[in-house]
């Protein structure tokens, strides 16, 4: 009985005190570098729900001023932790009356969403596809290949909505038609932003790959309506 006393007493404490006030802390006194190191620690913290809840409150917040470095990686801390208990108050995030008007921020929440792949988040991460934005595009894209292994519904959906931004971006981009120039440009410039995380995806979500757009496409008209087996974890 006294070992296993012992053992209890000096067992850690599964859910460590948030440092988020130290990061508050470091830039009240301008130490930016020193909040970034420790948002870096904070993201190993996998599932402390508590110091998430800090980070959504932090990042709402207009105070103490931050660079938008400091925002990033709050975003990035809140991906690794990973908890599924704030995916409400990260949604909420973009309609925040100065986030919302922010990329870096939309494609931040975007990528912050993708660290606990919770099914609420299908629907946000498919609207922010259609973000005026490509960066941010190209977050929710990449945030959707976290949910490899969820439902096939959910794996069908967010692959439909990434090919609808890569097939059509490729189509516009390999157009010779002479009265699509313009349109032909702003699609090589959302190409190089785009189709990376696109590629990577798709693969993902399908676990299988193909060469090309129209590769892509054709499999999945092919494969659309078929059962998909599940990827395990």
């Known amino acids: ?11 850690p404490d599964p859910t460590p005190q948030s440092q988020v006030p130290e990061v508050v802390q470091f830039l009240k006194d301008e130490k930016p570098d020193k909040a970034l190191a420790l948002l870096r620690e904070i993201g190993t913290h996998k599932k402390n729900h508590e110091e998430a809840g800090d980070l959504i409150k932090l990042v709402r917040s207009s105070r103490p001023k931050r660079p938008p470095e400091v ?7 809140l991906r690794d932790i990973g908890s599924r208990k704030v ?17 870096r921020a939309r494609a931040g929440i975007c990528l912050a969403l993708g660290g606990a792949a919770d099914p609420r988040a299908v629907d946000a991460l498919c609207d922010r596809m259609r973000d005026p934005d490509d960066h941010v595009i190209a977050a929710a894209i990449e945030a959707s290949g976290a949910y490899r292994y969820a439902k096939e519904s959910i794996r069908k959906e967010l692959f439909e909505t990434v090919l609808g931004v890569y097939v059509p971006t490729w189509n516009m981009k390999e157009s010779i038609n ?11 410039r959302k190409w190089e932003v785009v189709a990376k995380p696109s590629e990577k995806t798709l693969r993902l979500l399908s676990n299988t790959t193909q060469e090309d757009p129209p590769a892509w496409r054709r499999w999945w008209n092919k494969k659309k309506k078929a059962k998909w087996a599940e990827i395990e974890n």
């Open 87 to 103: 995916t409400s108050k990260l949604i909420a995030l973009f309609k925040h009356r100065t986030l919302k008007k922010d990329p």
């Open 178 to 188: 002479p009265d699509h120039k313009t349109q032909r440009q702003r699609a090589e």
């Open 71 to 77: 925002d990033e990686a709050i975003f990035l801390a």
């Open 1 to 11: 009985m006294a070992c296993l006393l012992m053992l209890l007493f000096l067992a």
